[in-house]
């Protein structure tokens, strides 16, 4: 087995950080078992630099996009590919050139995958719903959910009820949709009494200024603009509005419930599953919540602390953090 991964995935405003996160923690656990990852990518968002230990390549400025399978071709060991926009032509292109390929994905986006491996996480398919080579492995459910180290350490015991209910919102790392400003049209709605909430702006979010400004004058409201200490601050709080893409495994992984947001099609199963499994419930399409339906779900929730004891279990229960180690095991264990 080649010790090289070589991971490709790209994250602006328009399509999140999402898909570099979990390959950063596939990364992570690759790495942990002795191997060498390269990450390509178009652009690095700026909480990308601080990720030490990877060899990274910029396309535009290395490698352009379209020598890239010359480049692959050249290497050796699997390589990686999570993203929307890669179409099948791009896919085949790598696969064809004869290096393993793993591709990442979320729903059943192509009719066929050329590929040496598939990893969905999301709950619900089985190997019959999608169209791979014969001995393609298939990797699939939240068994697979790939979490960061610092996700991992960041567990620990809930902590005693505190007299304010702490509220953490995260609609991602670019919030493309600002479905930040409409939850926090909710928010300010709530008690201040009773209710703290910090809120968490991406490192692609373009809307620090505007949210700020809706939470002037709210001591019960902060705004933190790409927290280096996420984990830390998910794990302690009662209840999290987020949208529902991958911090979904992360916060069921931390016994945080969530109440989640769709903010696009592919996160339908992922809210879905969350609410099946008793994580979390769904609030349905960001764009159509309204301020006060948001304000009475929270209430009515925090009222509720024997169905937010149940709702962390549930999650613990969904996602126990060893995605990541199950993966580098097939990927090594699988034919390439």
């Not at 001591?219 to 601050?233: C, N």
Request: one cysteine or more; charged letters at 25%.
């Amino acid at each position: 087995m080649p010790d090289h991964l070589t991971i490709r995935a790209d994250g602006d405003a328009e399509i999140g950080v999402g898909h570099l996160v979990r390959c950063y923690a596939l990364a992570q656990a690759w790495k942990r078992q002795g191997g060498r990852v390269t990450l390509v990518t178009k652009r690095f968002p700026d909480r990308l630099t601080e990720w030490d230990g990877l060899e990274r390549i910029e396309l535009g400025d290395v490698v352009a996009e379209a020598d890239l399978v010359t480049t692959l071709a050249a290497g050796d060991g699997w390589v990686v590919v999570d993203g929307y926009h890669f179409d099948k032509t791009y896919l085949c292109a790598i696969h064809a050139a004869g290096r393993p390929l793993l591709v990442i994905d979320d729903t059943i986006r192509l009719d066929y995958y050329p590929v040496t491996a598939l990893l969905n996480p999301s709950p619900g398919f089985s190997k019959a719903d999608f169209v791979c080579p014969p001995n393609a492995a298939t990797l699939l459910g939240p068994n697979y959910a790939m979490l960061r180290g610092e996700v991992l350490q960041a567990r620990t015991p809930q902590e005693n009820p505190s007299e304010q209910t702490r509220i953490l919102v995260t609609m991602g790392g670019s919030d493309p949709r600002c479905l930040t400003r409409i939850v926090l049209e909710g928010i300010l709605l709530l008690d201040p009494q009773e209710f703290k909430t910090q809120v968490i702006l991406g490192p692609s979010n373009p809307s620090h200024r505007e949210i700020s400004s809706l939470a002037e004058g709210r001591d019960d409201i902060e705004i933190l603009l790409s927290p280096a200490d996420f984990p830390h601050l998910a794990s302690r709080a009662d209840i999290a509005i987020t949208a529902a893409g991958s911090t979904c495994w992360e916060l069921a992984y931390l016994g945080t419930p969530s109440l989640t947001v769709t903010a696009a099609d592919n996160q339908r199963p992922i809210a879905s599953a969350v609410d099946r499994a008793g994580a979390g419930e769904s609030l349905g399409d960001g764009s159509l919540l309204a301020p006060r339906e948001l304000s009475d779900r929270v209430v009515r929730l925090a009222a509720n602390p024997d169905r937010l004891a149940r709702m962390g279990s549930a999650g613990q229960r969904l996602v126990d953090g060893s995605g990541a180690e199950r993966v580098v095991s097939r990927l090594q264990e699988h034919p390439s």
